[in-house]
């Protein structure tokens, strides 16, 4: 009996939370639309108002008025801002990102060309993150207080510390210059020793992170009852921790990795300058430089694009793992 | 820390042996008849001629192509490539070039006179928005393709396959000279339509070495042209390694990766010194003029032609020079940078004498400054501008002038300047063509639109005018240099230092020779193999 209302209840429990779950993703869905207005129209006034002509800025010689109006009519800078402002948003819905002020050529090309690198290489980062972070985070909290657990609080409060490029450059210098083992710089062929350097240097950070939050996480899933429990039932130390314990303790770490995994997607402008890797972050920093709107605007939006997508990926994994939010019709408090 | 160093343990072994594999291959390669150079350049904005407008995009190019002529590596003189001899009229009005026969672009169709037309004609219409039309500006009919008013140049017409026909809107003797830029290089009709905007990735040249294939932020390739119409090139290939950051390519030089690249700001000396390195230094002076402009128009510097004189002899230009520039560049000593054909030593009779500074400053009535009010000194950030503003702040503070330095952007500068807010900048003119009139017609003829300090001598315009129609070079160059004295005795700037550079090339890399406009001709280059 016990038995059978627990089954229905939970079935209309089942079906209420689905409901609600796709009210949920509805809802989130709906709110990136006015965060991808904001974000244009933001960008778009801001890379405006600054009081520079961008045909100026190429024409550094020869800027007779003729070749300045060519100049601005080919850019498409002839027009008031609110004008320009209509043009993109129609070619943004098309999937039309503009041209480079720069390069004359497509932002839709330039992006393409340089987001499969950010994106290898946030996934190399985020399998050293997950991999040494989670692996260093257990140990150090299973073995609290142990000598591997005074290494791992002293290694990442050092790499937090340490500055990106910095470590870079060492990493560069020892391994690539001095020892020779690596490559230093580039994509190459795209094998996996140019990956090595700079998925060390951009996971060092967020790894470290991941160590800290899963050594606080485990350690607070190791001091319930239900752990004591059991170990009372005779479960090996690597059944409780393996099961029962990272279960809960993994929920906060997956939310950190995904948002990182996110951020890292667009594009680490540090890592990328100093290892020479042909990513995007790079790419839209150097636009930034180079007064290059409509690179910095369109690579911008799809950086958010992907936040964004990356956020509720997140919060749809998070409600899902974790009953409380589905049942509490809150947002979730990421 | 620890597991991550277990993984790079791991990780270094298997690639010890993946690397040694790799490199008994690349031993392999460098015995065969050739090789490749490998050069660090950062990401070119285009290749494509009438875009191509800065020096990682024209190294490049100037090896794809050729042109009508070019300009010897060492002397900077005029040599013909694809011109087999030219002539022009007594008026110096209309120039015939007659084309080798036989030269082929890349994919093997035909050079003809006709490309050229197209090529200079794509270069000056409005849609095309060049950067660079205004080289063309000499050629009759240039003004109505800018205006949009005409859809044919003029000026530019092919007689037959193989003689072109010039004729310009004035005379203009230096005008063969200016036709070695990057700009009037020839490019296929049928390319453009096809490729379009694409067309810098797919350029299809005239030159020694063939594009094969350009990546974003990685590499450019070239192979030899084996279908060249002159002097086949000696090297197999050519590859372009592009990377964003000096330091980075530096290391990979060091490591053997790069043949060629330039020493980072601040490790010159260093280099210069490093027993290993300092054999691979290449030392030049660059067709470059650094100077601080001044606004003609606005006061004080309008009515006060001895403040200005006076602000010349104020400053240290060896000081600079040496010290905060690391000794690349040399004091200037006028305004037509040493290596110009022309060239003439202390043209400026300016020195570092702050007491003859002084009294030209009481002169000009404000003694020890009094009178004077402090001067707005505006530099482009991020360039390294302002330990040599402070410099200069310092010395001519020694005199009793004020100024206050402020940093802009360099689109910002630029405007303010052009439109006369900011009286007092610093700027820089790059060489476009080893030629005197380069550098004084454009800096000084009261209607250029590169004159942004308003000069304007009437005697001067005229004179300019009637240089560019002498046709003896002798005669020419004399009466370029007595304009640069009379423009000099102006002060009309205040004149800082003509540029330098400072390269470094592998040592297995043979008949290299950088020409002070930062090119090189890669088909005289070769690799001395280890025995």
Redesign the interface.
């Known amino acids: 009996m016990a038995c059978a209302s627990g089954t229905g209840h939970n079935s209309d429990l089942n079906a209420g939370a689905f409901n609600y779950m796709l009210y949920f993703i509805l809802r989130r869905i709906l709110q990136i639309i006015p965060v991808i207005i904001g974000v244009t129209l933001l960008l778009f006034i801001l890379m405006y108002i600054i009081p520079e002509d961008p045909a100026q800025l190429i024409l550094q010689k020869g800027a007779t008025p003729e070749a300045l109006a060519n100049l601005r009519a080919k850019m498409g800078i002839d027009k008031p801002l609110y004008i320009q402002y209509w043009r993109y948003m129609k070619g943004l819905f098309s999937g039309d990102l503009g041209t480079s002020y720069r390069y004359q050529r497509s932002v839709n090309s330039i992006l393409f060309e340089h987001y499969p690198y950010s994106i290898k290489l946030a996934f190399a980062a985020i399998i050293i993150e997950v991999i040494i972070g989670i692996f260093a985070g257990i140990v150090s909290a299973v073995k609290k207080y142990s000598f591997w657990d005074v290494i791992v609080t002293i290694s990442t409060t050092i790499v937090v510390c340490v500055p990106v490029y910095w470590l870079g450059m060492i990493l560069q210098v020892l391994f690539g210059l001095k020892l020779g083992w690596l490559p230093m710089s580039g994509y190459g062929d795209g094998s996996i020793k140019y990956y090595i350097l700079p998925a060390i240097t951009l996971a060092s950070v967020s790894t470290a992170y991941v160590a800290r939050m899963m050594r606080g996480t485990m350690l607070e899933s190791l001091s319930n009852d239900y752990i004591v429990t059991a170990y009372a039932k005779g479960l090996s130390q690597l059944k409780v921790v393996g099961k029962h314990a990272m279960k809960n303790a993994l929920i906060p770490v997956v939310t950190l990795i995904g948002l990182d995994l996110g951020a890292l997607m667009g594009g680490a402008i540090l890592t990328e300058t100093v290892f020479n890797w042909p990513g995007v972050g790079r790419t839209i920093y150097l636009a930034v430089l180079q007064r290059d709107a409509p690179v910095v605007i369109g690579g911008t939006i799809i950086l958010v694009g992907i936040f964004v997508i990356m956020n509720l990926i997140v919060d749809i994994i998070y409600a899902w793992l974790d009953p409380r939010i589905r049942y509490e019709k809150r947002e979730p408090n990421v | 820390?620890?597991?991550?160093s277990k993984?790079?343990a791991i990780?270094?072994v298997v690639?010890?042996v993946?690397?040694a594999g790799s490199l008994s291959i690349g031993c392999k390669q460098a015995e065969a008849a050739g090789g490749v150079i490998r050069i660090h350049i950062v990401?070119p904005?285009?290749l494509d001629p009438p875009?191509c407008y800065e020096s990682e995009g024209i190294q490049v190019a100037r090896q794809i192509w050729d042109g009508l002529f070019d300009y010897d590596p060492s002397t900077l003189e005029l040599r013909n490539e694809i011109c087999d001899k030219w002539e022009v009229t007594d008026d110096g009005l209309v120039y015939t070039f007659f084309l080798k026969k036989g030269v082929k672009f890349h994919d093997g169709s035909a050079l003809t006179a006709e490309d050229f037309v197209y090529s200079w004609t794509r270069a000056v219409l409005?849609?095309?928005?060049s950067?660079?039309?205004?080289?063309l500006?000499a050629i009759k009919g240039y003004?109505a393709c800018?205006?949009?008013t005409a859809t044919t140049f003029e000026g530019v017409k092919a007689l037959d396959d193989y003689t072109l026909q010039v004729t310009l809107e004035y005379p203009y003797a230096d005008f063969a000279y200016t036709l070695g830029h990057v700009v009037f290089y020839p490019v296929k009709k049928a390319d453009i339509e096809k490729w379009g905007?694409?067309y810098?990735k797919h350029v299809n040249g005239t030159g020694p070495f063939k594009f094969v294939e350009w990546?974003?932020?990685?590499y450019i390739n070239l192979v030899r042209n084996d279908d060249y119409y002159g002097e086949k090139a000696l090297l197999d290939s050519v590859e372009y390694?592009?990377?964003?950051?000096e330091?980075?390519a530096f290391?990979?030089f060091?490591?053997g990766?790069i043949d060629f690249t330039q020493i980072p700001t601040g490790k010159i000396k260093a280099t210069e010194e490093d027993p290993d390195l300092k054999d691979n230094v290449i030392a030049i002076p660059l067709l470059a003029l650094y100077y601080y402009g001044m606004n003609l128009n606005t006061e004080p510097f309008k009515s006060n032609p001895k403040l200005r004189e006076a602000m010349n002899y104020a400053i240290d230009r060896q000081n600079v020079c040496d010290v905060i520039m690391e000794g690349v560049p040399t004091p200037a000593t006028g305004f037509v940078p040493r290596g110009i054909v022309g060239f003439a030593e202390n043209q400026a009779p300016y020195t570092f004498d702050q007491k003859k500074a002084k009294d030209l400053l009481a002169e000009a009535g404000f003694p020890d400054g009094e009178g004077l009010p402090i001067l707005q000194f505006g530099f482009n950030t991020?360039a390294g501008h302002e330990a040599l503003a402070e410099a200069l702040q310092a010395d001519l503070k020694e005199i009793g002038v004020n100024i206050e330095i402020e940093g802009f952007?360099?689109?910002?500068m630029?405007?303010k300047a052009?439109a006369g807010e900011l009286a007092f900048y610093r700027l820089g003119w790059m060489a476009?063509y080893p030629t005197m009139d380069n550098f004084l017609y454009?800096l000084f003829h009261s209607k250029s639109?590169?004159n942004y300090g308003a000069y304007n001598n009437p005697e001067v315009d005229a004179m300019l005018i009637e240089a560019r129609q002498v046709k003896d070079q002798d005669e020419r160059i004399a009466k370029y240099r007595e304009v640069e004295k009379k423009i000099l005795a102006d002060n009309a700037f205040l004149i800082l230092y003509f540029y330098g550079a400072r390269r470094v090339v592998a040592d297995h890399i043979k008949g290299f020779v950088l020409s002070p406009m930062e090119t090189y001709d890669l088909s005289k280059v070769y690799i001395e193999k280890a025995e």
């Open positions: 820390m620890k597991f991550r993984l790079i990780i270094a690639l010890v993946a690397l990401q904005v285009s875009n409005a849609e095309t928005a950067y660079l039309a205004y080289h500006s003004q800018q205006d949009g905007a694409d810098t990546v974003d932020d990685q390694k592009i990377i964003a950051d330091n980075t290391l990979e060091k490591a990766n991020g952007e360099w689109g910002t630029l405007e052009k476009d454009p639109s590169d």
